[in-house]
């Protein structure tokens, strides 16, 4: 780690006394700064690694499991590490939550420990310092992991994100963002029933948000809305690649 700290810029004097934690967290600033990196012939794939992870979520191994995804974040960096490792992972864990594959104790553990691991590389990021974007999810939506996910790709592409949580009243949401200022609302959909119920409700939101608003929604069961039938003005997003950047020449938000 010292050496290709050395090798992106740092001076030995910076980083000699460094704890193995400051120095893990430095450098993934800097390989986040400069983009993400190939990964050396030893690495495995992102594919090996979500396996991993999984298998790790089925032993109740948390430290194993924090262990393996940081590594991975840097190896690949940080936006690389959400699309092709904390993504699908998610969505493994999900489908087997589902069929009952997964016991709620296995699911909660993941999850804790995926949430430790975004907040982490939120902290390590220098990025966040742009327009304001507010997440959450709407009512009756309690899955918070893919708004946190989407929270984190933000902010590693230059947003302010604020992020409210799950399960909040679309006049709450629409409060908030005029409370920040915000240039964009997005929201996650991961509930797969009651699809009317969430198409209205991003209705609401759409109407109730001033229209300068940029309001933009993704999550696993996006794909499922039925886009023609919602008012102009909504972004419907496949995956976070799609996530846009911020918008330029306006200012933060306090």
Known sequence: MLRELTDRGRSIGMVAGLSDEAATTLLLEDRMAAGPTAPESTDQSPGERVEQAYARILTFDAEG??????????????????????????????????????????????????????????AASRSGEGPALVVSTLPGERHG????????????????VKYLGTDLPVSEIAGAARGVGAAAVAISV?????????????????????????????????????????PDGIWIHDGLEQLPTPPTGRPRAG
């Open 65 to 122: 499991l924090e262990r393996l995804l940081w590594r991975a974040a840097l190896s690949l960096g940080g936006t690389s590490f959400l699309n092709e490792v904390v993504g699908p992972l998610l969505g493994r864990v999900g489908d087997a939550w589902a069929e009952g594959d997964l016991s709620p104790a296995q699911e909660h553990l993941g999850s804790a420990v995926v949430d430790q691991v975004l907040e982490r590389l939120i």
């Open 145 to 160: 992991l893919g708004a946190r996910l989407v929270s984190t790709a933000a902010v590693l592409k230059g947003w302010s």
């Open 190 to 230: 991961v509930r797969r029933d009651h699809l009317d119920e969430t198409q209205r409700a991003i209705t609401s939101l759409r109407n109730t948000l001033d229209p300068s608003i940029a309001l933009l929604v993704g999550g696993r069961a996006a794909s499922l809305i039925d886009a023609a039938s919602l």
